[in-house]
């Protein structure tokens, strides 16, 4: 049960920032004061999420037997983007006059890349089969 409701967690949030990235394009610039320019950026990182939202949702519906890069791919992204967004976040990019930086771009990451850990240690005997 834990399981399946860290990977439903992971599935959502994915999609809710490939909606953000992909669809909200628009409002996600003017929220952080990225500017026109990222547009393109914004869109491509809406793509992976969108990938791995449906990919996750799939796993969902079929089983996770088997799947174990699924998850260890995702857990090293976030880890990843945890490190980049906090050193990013916290750096001269923050200070840029009309950038809005929040904690949102290392916490979020964290919070998926804690959710794929906890797929990858509870559904171990499963996704390693």
């Keep these: 049960m834990i399981t399946k409701t860290a990977i439903a967690l992971i599935a959502i949030g994915n999609i809710f920032y490939a ?19 990222s547009a393109f950026m914004i869109k491509l990182a809406g793509t ?4 791995l ?17 699924l998850f260890t791919y995702g857990f090293v992204q976030a880890a990843l983007l945890t490190v980049v967004g906090y050193q990013t976040v916290n750096g001269p990019w923050a200070e840029v006059e009309g950038v809005k930086a929040t904690k949102e771009g290392y916490m979020a990451p964290a ?3 804690v ?15």
């Design 111 to 113: 919070v998926f890349a």
């Design 53 to 69: 939202g449906f990919m996750l949702a799939y796993v969902l519906m079929t089983g996770i037997a088997g799947t174990w890069e």
């Design 19 to 37: 909606y953000r990235c992909i669809l909200g394009t628009r409002a996600f610039i003017d929220q952080y004061g990225m500017g026109d320019g």
């Design 115 to 129: 959710l794929n850990a906890v797929v990858l240690f509870t559904g171990a005997e499963t996704l390693y089969a």
């Design 48 to 51: 992976f999420c969108a990938g």
